[in-house]
């Protein structure tokens, strides 16, 4: 596995504004190569089928293709990130530095937006009258209980996230 560019080969190639998110290619003949013949101010990066934004790059003859959310970590910071970059808000493609922050996996994973037929996260029918109520912690699902209703079930799915993962708990459904 090749190592990843270093910041300096990163912060000579591409500008990152922490207001908007937006990372932009700099001009620098013969350090880097652009992608597709980038010009200076460009945007860097699309969209991916996975929702995130990446850039392809070539640094002396070695290609990356990079996360921006990962690349505007290291302009900030200096360092690449040690473990995962979570998405405060859950939008992939939001790269502001203030809806970034290092997590662990199990953190990233915990602020997921996930699918639920019953429009509830850690919810689901049980019958024709009740709900069930669970949390997946560690990989493992943990049972909350049965609720008559699937706003109680969903509540105390709520009060166990917040327990369990803190400002990394994500409630909402999609």
Not at 11 to 37: C, F, M
């Amino acid at each position: 596995m090749k190592p990843e560019p270093t910041f300096n080969r990163i912060n000579d190639a591409l500008s990152y504004d922490p207001e908007s998110g937006v990372i932009t290619w700099k001009y620098r003949h013969g350090v880097v190569e652009q992608a597709n013949a980038a010009h200076a101010g460009e945007i860097a990066g699309s969209r991916h089928v996975e929702g995130y934004y990446h850039l392809f790059i070539t640094i002396e003859g070695n290609s990356y293709r990079l996360r921006n959310h990962r690349v505007a970590w290291i302009l900030m910071t200096g360092e690449w990130p040690t473990d995962q970059i979570d998405h405060r808000d859950g939008d992939k493609g939001n790269n502001r530095w203030l809806n970034l922050r290092a997590s662990t996996h199990g953190q990233n994973q915990s602020n997921k937006k996930t699918y639920a037929s019953s429009g509830f996260k850690g919810v689901t029918r049980i019958g024709d009258s009740s709900w069930r109520a669970q949390i997946t912690i560690n990989k493992k699902s943990k049972y909350l209980g049965i609720f008559k209703t699937a706003e109680e079930a969903h509540a105390a799915f709520c009060k166990a996230s917040e327990l369990q993962h803190g400002e990394f708990a994500h409630h909402l459904s999609i």
